[in-house]
């Protein structure tokens, strides 16, 4: 696709370029063949009948507009969306605390902050979300909130300890010469610059959490799964397909939405840095820094 | 603890389901993820599509969903009735699972600079010659740490099936949990220490294998 992933492949020449062609038309064939004998498969089971109409005109006296309504606010805003909007400050502001204390001169602060990440980034969401609710009594939400800020505390502070690791080490060696203290360079000079670099890769965790907010549905949290499950057990089986992708969709569309954003950013930071590394040039007196120390 | 000695024979069926779930979905799931790889890196446009559209799709969609998708909506949709309990964790995870080992490894080969497939053709090598002596020993350490990453993941994601009829490690801590209002910590505690003998070593093996890395390049 992209221009890299050709770099396996030499530039055909004629014969190769008919042969793509070939297989092309092939391949074409075979997966179209397949989605069409899938479509008359499903249609033989009945599957393209006025079940599909739940999606837009209703049924058993829901309007389609109840049911999108239940499907994005009762499931996706209140439910899914709402887990992740109280988890995520909670792990941004631990993470950070993980992540100083993981610097920290003393062993004492360091070494439980190492276990720590390396525990509970071992340890399933599930079963953290399980000890909140039977352990510590905690409501659905709770635990389901419990769950997500434990793990991506831990994953978050590793991905930041990278981040770090990947400044020159310049940086911090400035930052404690002109007199700050350590926890000030770190504070002032090391994390900004990380958070910076793994901005990207912070995103995605956002997809990762978004995603496991959907355990709270075997925990009987209210989320969007769990809504979807009450549709089609009130519509009836009929309904289940159409319902299921309905919330698949709304998934996809979610995580989709969020992966373009820090997609967007990586351009946005790369030209950033571009021009930086080109007004530096100008600079006599960084012109001898050499090339390629920056980060990334 | 107690609870989890006096039923250490149900712990251990646990576990080993676990693993079973864990090993077997996660050959499977290499297997497609390399087959999905391959795909994405092709010449040839529809088998880029197709694995681009099933990546994207799955890799955005909830294990939770795609177990709930697999119970409830695949007999209608396919026709395809899958037995409740290991075999449909273990179809539900290879699906899942394979999206990130697809991408581990694709990240993997585009890190290979484009000079060296470059030379290797230009000395002389055929396409697989210059895939397996000089792009994959070089993607092979760029994927290592990312791919083991997938599989802790992996394993971590094996108590979804807990939610469906499935007996394995955090169904069990759940059970024996309920039973056992007294030692519910020291329940918990061990079962989570099941989890960190399988991915502990992982992790940290990853993380040497890092610091390897990064000293010789």
């Keep these: ?296 | 603890m107690g609870a989890l000695i006096e039923n250490s024979d149900l712990l251990w069926r646990a576990f080993t389901t676990t693993l079973w779930i864990a090993v077997a979905a996660g050959v499977l799931a290499f297997v497609w993820g390399v087959t999905l790889a391959a795909f994405r890196a092709s010449p040839v446009a529809p088998l880029r599509t197709f694995a681009t559209a099933y990546v994207t799709v799955v890799r955005n969609t909830p294990l939770t969903l795609i177990f709930l998708f697999m119970l409830n909506a695949a007999p209608q949709l396919f026709g395809l009735v899958v037995p409740l309990g290991v075999p449909m964790a273990i179809l539900s995870m290879t699906l899942y699972t394979a999206t990130f080992v697809c991408e581990a490894i694709r990240s993997g080969i585009n890190s290979v600079g484009v000079g060296q497939a470059e030379a290797a053709r230009s000395v002389g090598l055929t396409f697989v010659q210059t895939l397996s002596l000089v792009v994959l020993p070089q993607a092979f350490r760029s994927v290592i740490p990312p791919l083991i990453n997938v599989y802790i993941a992996h394993i971590k994601n094996t108590s979804v099936a807990a939610g469906f009829a499935t007996t394995e490690l955090v169904a069990v801590a759940n059970r024996l949990a309920n039973g056992n209002p007294g030692d519910v910590v020291g329940i918990f505690a061990g079962v989570g220490l099941a989890f960190l003998v399988m991915t502990l070593p992982l992790s940290i093996t990853a993380e040497s294998f890092e610091s390897k890395v990064a000293v010789a390049r």
Excluded at chain 1, 235 to 245: A, R, T
């Design chain 1, 1 to 296: 696709m992209s221009e890299k992933q050709q770099v396996l492949y030499d530039v055909p020449g004629p014969k190769a370029i008919v042969r793509d062609k070939i297989y092309t038309v092939v391949f074409s064939v075979v997966i179209l063949g397949g989605l069409a004998w899938f479509a008359i498969d499903a249609y033989q089971r009945g599957l393209f009948d006025d079940r599909w109409q739940v999606l837009w005109d209703g049924a058993k006296g829901f309007s389609g507009l109840e049911v999108w309504n239940r499907l994005l606010w009762d499931g996706l805003v209140l439910g899914t969306l709402k887990a992740v909007a109280i988890a995520v400050p909670i792990v941004a502001v631990l993470a950070l605390v993980l992540t100083i204390a993981r610097q920290a001169p003393s062993r004492w602060v360091k070494w439980p902050a190492y276990g720590f990440t390396h525990v509970f980034r071992g340890i399933p969401v599930l079963l953290i979300i399980y000890f909140g609710v039977i352990a510590l009594n905690l409501k659905p939400l709770w635990a389901v909130v419990l769950g997500l800020v434990v793990y991506n505390t831990a994953v978050v502070a590793e991905i930041l300890r990278a981040g770090i690791a990947a400044l020159p080490r310049g940086q911090k060696e400035a930052g404690l010469s002109v007199g700050l203290s350590p926890l000030a360079t770190m504070m002032r000079i090391q994390l900004p610059q990380a958070i910076r670099i793994m901005l990207p890769a912070l995103i995605s965790q956002i997809v990762v959490l978004l995603k496991d907010t959907s355990l709270g549905f075997i925990i009987g949290y209210v989320e969007l799964l769990t809504v979807t499950k009450t549709l089609y057990n009130f519509f009836g089986n009929s309904y289940v397909v159409p319902l299921i992708l309905a919330a698949a969709v709304i998934y996809i569309t979610v995580n989709m939405a969020v992966s373009s954003l820090a997609t967007w950013l990586e351009g946005r930071l790369r030209r950033a840095r571009r021009q930086v590394t080109a007004g530096e040039q100008d600079d006599p007196l960084v012109a001898g820094t050499p090339a390629g120390q920056g980060p990334l």
